[in-house]
């Protein structure tokens, strides 16, 4: 059983910056690959990043490349996802999730990948 706890959503405006954390329970959570997804309103859920569970291999779309940065820290039980030049069209609930079947390099995109989500943080981005 893993826990998962998203923190670090709120409002900012066009171009700035916010520091989503998703804390995990569990000492299994470095064995874990984990991802970000969001939805917005009337919208299916997105993957936003993966990332292995050595922390080695980050994997995004091309929606957020070069403006997000997936990372974690293993000995705390910490994901993290730093999102610079955030636009509009980036307002959305955002969950962390995990893959709680042990691996070393994959990362996963799909939904179904992923048995474990957070119950999500708002994050909103005015023009």
């Known amino acids: 059983q893993v826990q998962l706890v998203e923190s670090g959503g709120g409002l900012v405006q066009a171009g700035g910056s916010l520091r989503l954390s998703c804390a995990a329970s569990?000492?299994?959570?470095?064995?874990?690959?984990m991802g970000w997804f969001r939805q917005a309103p009337g919208k299916e859920r997105e993957f936003v990043a993966a990332l292995s569970a050595n922390g080695l291999n980050p994997y995004y779309p091309d929606y957020v490349k070069g403006r997000f940065t997936i990372s974690r820290d293993n000995a705390k039980n910490m994901g993290y996802l730093q999102m610079n030049n955030l636009k509009p069209e980036d307002t959305a609930v955002y969950y962390c999730?995990?893959?709680?079947?042990?691996?070393?390099?994959?990362?996963?995109?799909?939904?179904?990948?992923?048995?474990?989500w957070g119950q999500g943080t708002q994050v909103t981005v005015s023009s």
């Open positions: 999730a995990v893959h709680s079947r042990p691996t070393y390099w994959t990362t996963f995109t799909r939904l179904l990948d992923y048995d474990y």
């Open positions: 569990g000492r299994a959570f470095s064995s874990y690959a």
